[in-house]
């Protein structure tokens, strides 16, 4: 068991109650615009605090990384490109797993045994100056990094660490894009919505994420989401995200990583993503 069992599970139970997939659920509205599965990550979220996990443990940050993963392959994206993938090994080449299929029945049952020994949780990518932990990607032997995004979580404490989580987003992205500059890059911010009365530091992180944006080496796309603690236990996405603005929104923000990926990749390839993008 990983740190990501309990999310997996979450998935799993969420997809048979609604008798449904990610892969097979309908991703874009008659206008154009992504149909986010919000339910899923409300329920992922809670289930990083409700057993006891603080938002500093990591766990709400794995959260957000499996429900912003379950989105790109639900935009048809391949599930096993994507990580982190729902099953273990959560990071995998797909060519690995098309060897494994190639072999006879009891060969392929002792690899797909040993094979989480070999594997990794987490996905590093070299930058033009340093390996990268990514949270969020898509990638394969064949394209290399086509989509990486960073997730950043916090709770409280806005004005003594608003400022770092600047300075680290902004050097990560340059040194990404430096080596990979047709990579779609994306980071995702999810606050406290209490931040909300704090007008200095809601205004400070809105101009930070816009500003991550603003050049041609640094981030494609960015969002600001914003989550209600309710005093039962339950993370729900906010009301007060009507106050942020549509371009940092999580609906503009998958509609801009599914759109420039299939505009830089190759014509023949992410066939289901496109088929979904053209059944408007």
Known sequence: MDSYQKFEDAIVEY????????????????????????????KLLTVAVRDGSSAQSGSLAKALDMWVAEELRAAGFDAQSVWPRLVRPRVLDPSVLRFIGSLDARTAEKCCEVLPRFASANASVLGSTYCKQVDVGLSSWMTGPEILISTKTMSSAFGKNL????????????NLKGRHPLATLGFFFLLNSSIVDEPRNFSKAITMLQKLRVEDDAYDATCLMLVDWE???????????????????????????????????????????REKRRLL
Do not use: C, M
């Open 231 to 273: 005093e039962d236990g339950r993370l729900a996405i906010s009301p007060l995200n009507e106050k942020v603005p549509e371009e940092l929104s999580a609906t503009s923000f998958f509609r801009e990583i599914v759109d420039l990926t299939l505009l830089r990749g190759a014509p023949e390839s992410h066939e289901l993503a």
């Open 163 to 174: 400022a770092n989580r600047f300075e680290e987003a902004y050097g990560d992205a340059k």
């Open 15 to 42: 997809w048979e109650a609604q008798g449904t997939s990610s892969v097979r659920r309908p991703y874009w509205s008659d206008a154009g615009e992504p149909l986010l599965e919000i339910p899923l990550l409300e």
